[in-house]
């Protein structure tokens, strides 16, 4: 184990692509490399066609294979970082973006699926933070580290834009699935009120 640490960085990517083709791993672990690297490795040949997504509004051309998960598509092939890998299992929630306005799990969520539809990352809930969930955020504080607090939010908002005035019992079964390490929850659960009521005021 100490050698493949103390190997560069490619022979260390070789191995763990070893270890995913053989199937002794069905995760990438974090390494110093984007993920993408790993799995153009492991299909082992250039990939050719350029897949178009529409992100934040924007269409762009990505370069990956078809069961790529979306999460590494955002992060590191759009470059967009508000988006987090947690736990790659579709178990903690980090990961949240919107699909057509429904919050999904982009570690679980092969690129393809995503083809024509609207991909909505943190970066483009709101061109200027005005989105009410991170108005609510801010006034209420809730962020302690931040790690799991783009998926909170993005799922927080797809719930405000299905159901307006959520209950308690509602907050907490809609966000049940977004975990946080720092126990953020009651603010959470106030500044999905504190936006469902500054959405009331607005109306
Ligand atoms: S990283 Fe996707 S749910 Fe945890
Ligand atoms: S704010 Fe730290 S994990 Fe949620």
């Excluded at 082992?44 to 990956?64: I, S």
């Excluded at 988006?83 to 178990?91: D, H, P, W």
């Amino acid at each position: 184990m100490l050698v493949i640490l103390l190997a560069p960085v490619e022979l260390r990517y070789e191995f763990v692509s070893s270890l995913i083709g053989l199937g002794k791993l069905s995760i990438v672990p974090c390494l110093p490399l984007p993920a993408a690297t790993v799995f153009y490795r492991r299909v082992g040949e250039p990939l050719e066609t350029a897949m178009k997504l529409e992100v934040n509004g924007q269409v762009r051309e990505v370069d990956a294979p078809d069961e790529m998960p979306l999460l590494w598509v955002l992060r590191d092939l759009c470059g967009l970082t508000g988006v987090k890998y947690g736990c790659g299992m579709a178990q903690c929630g980090a990961c949240t973006v919107h699909l057509d306005g429904r919050a999904v799990r982009s570690c679980m969520l092969p690129v393809a699926s995503a083809t024509g539809k609207k991909i909505t990352t943190i970066e483009g809930l709101s061109p200027d933070g005005s989105h009410p969930i991170q108005k609510a955020w801010a006034e209420i504080d809730v962020v302690q580290c931040g790690y799991c607090q783009s998926g909170q939010i993005m799922s927080a908002a797809a719930l405000l834009a299905e159901m307006p005035d959520p209950s308690d019992e509602e907050i907490d079964r809609a966000m049940a699935g977004n975990i946080c390490r720092c126990g953020t929850y009651q603010r959470v659960r106030e500044a999905i009120r504190r936006a469902s009521s500054m959405r009331r005021a607005q109306r």
